[in-house]
């Protein structure tokens, strides 16, 4: 789900009057911008000091985009650096360091990824220790689908390793298989949406995010009815548990044989942003994802949250409880664009001027957790041929959506083709 989601009025009570404003309003972020600091650090422009810029070199930038290309980088690395001392230690002097000697290429879209133009790979793959692993048996769950509000079944059933994980949607007409791939994304408005053809299904980050969690690497996915994955509980827990009740057992190809499952390993920084919204992975040891979120309602404001990919219990205990949220005030816009049909005070939290409509939340932080169940499902579309689709990487994610989420995984998938 992205920012701004919310849901039909009808089966909501009005929310409370609003508190009054605070006496002190909070400290926006400056990008340092003042005077003085252009000149404490003149050193970043100008062409006396290009040399400080692996990419003075490249002969398909010109001085205006280095210009600008550092500009951004060194925007982007105060801000790192300034949430490292005022909120959590998630930057050290090394990404800084990276990040701001790195350059700005394949610009389109309002977004890019980042790179240093040197010698070195910027994705590599690399082993697991883990062979690929599939259902043991079919499980099957329904409901409605969050935005078509229409009913649909989905199974989930074992697949061979290598087949990777994708969809089969059926019904009398035609059989389409859909491919859990970005590639294969149609469209990103409040839901990823996967589609061939006329053939689509809607809103697959929840499952998606289940899946690659706690490990499902090959996965037939069968839908009937609606062309929407069912919301149930608004998280990816009744997926876990319905991945549970089968268990997981080693998948094996055609010929018999288990399959290494590998994973991408970045080694220089990939950046993806639109406005002051992005998404970077960085080289770390291990994978690790940092979801940031700025919301005006004061009972959301401002979060942060780290999981590490240790195991899979760790994504079962701290993600994937995490439900779907949305902003009241926002109800009759997005209900007049035909969207949020299916949601209900039981399977989505609903924020308003003045506060939660339907406490308690699992977590303090569940929206920012549950922001970071998004991402972890549209990241699992980076999976190919049964191995894993979160990269070896420290991924920072701040106030981003669907589709710069995505955006994002094209940017790694066209890394590791062209190195």
């Known amino acids: 789900m992205t920012k701004g989601l919310c849901y039909h009025s009808s089966p909501f009570p009005p ?14 972020l400056r990008f340092f ?25 490249h002969p398909l930038l010109s001085m205006r985009w280095r210009a600008s290309s550092s500009n951004l980088s060194r925007r982007i690395s105060h801000l790192f650096a300034h949430f490292a001392n005022k909120s959590f230690g998630i930057w050290s002097q090394q990404h800084t360091t990276l990040f701001t000697r790195g350059c700005l290429s394949d610009l389109s ?54 087949e990777g994980r994708y969809f089969v949607y059926m019904n009398d007409i035609v059989t389409e298989k859909i491919s859990a791939s970005a590639d294969n994304v149609v469209e990103t408005r409040l839901s990823t949406c996967l589609g061939i053809g006329h053939t689509k299904v809607r809103t697959v980050e929840h499952l998606m995010s289940a899946l690659e969690g706690i490990g499902v690497n090959n996965c037939r996915i069968e839908l009937r009815g609606g062309q929407e994955v069912p919301l149930l509980d608004g998280s990816a827990s009744q997926w876990v548990k319905a991945v549970e009740e089968v268990g997981l057992s080693i998948a094996q190809d055609r ?4 399959l290494p499952a590998l994973s991408l390993k970045v080694h220089k920084p990939i950046f993806v942003f639109d406005g002051d919204s992005f998404v970077a992975a960085f080289p770390a040891p291990a994978t690790r994802v940092t979801c940031g979120i700025d919301f005006p ?53 609903v924020c308003s001027e003045s506060g939660w409509l339907n406490p308690p939340l699992r977590f303090p ?10 991402l972890v499902g549209d990241l699992a579309l980076c999976a190919q ?7 070896v990487a420290h991924i ?13 995984c094209k940017a790694i998938l066209q890394a590791a083709k062209d190195h």
């Open 33 to 57: 911008s003042s005077p003085q600091h252009r000149r404490r650090h003149h050193h970043y422009r100008g062409e006396k000091n290009q040399h400080h810029h692996h990419h003075h070199h």
């Open 365 to 374: 932080d569940e929206p920012c957790r549950h922001k970071l169940l998004d």
């Open 255 to 258: 010929h018999g044989c288990q």
């Open 109 to 162: 879209c309002q977004s890019t990824y980042l790179t240093s133009l040197s010698n070195n790979v910027l994705t590599s793959k690399t082993e697991t220790g883990q062979p690929q692993r599939t259902l043991s048996g079919p499980v099957t769950r329904m409901g409605k689908g969050l935005h078509s509000g229409e009913e649909s079944t989905l199974t989930l059933f074992p697949a061979t390793a290598g």
């Open 297 to 349: 309602q004061q009972a959301i404001g401002r979060q942060w949250f780290t999981w590490y990919h240790c195991n899979n219990a760790s994504y079962k205990s701290e993600i994937a409880a995490a439900r779907t949220f949305g902003i009241y005030e926002q109800i009759e816009q997005l209900q007049q664009a035909g969207l949020i049909k299916g949601a209900s005070l039981d399977n989505a939290l």
């Open 385 to 391: 041929s049964g191995h894993l689709g979160l990269p």
């Open 15 to 28: 929310p409370p009057p609003p508190p009054p404003p605070p006496s002190m309003s909070s400290k926006s």
């Open 396 to 408: 920072i994610s701040f106030k981003a959506s669907h589709s710069l989420h995505v955006k994002f």
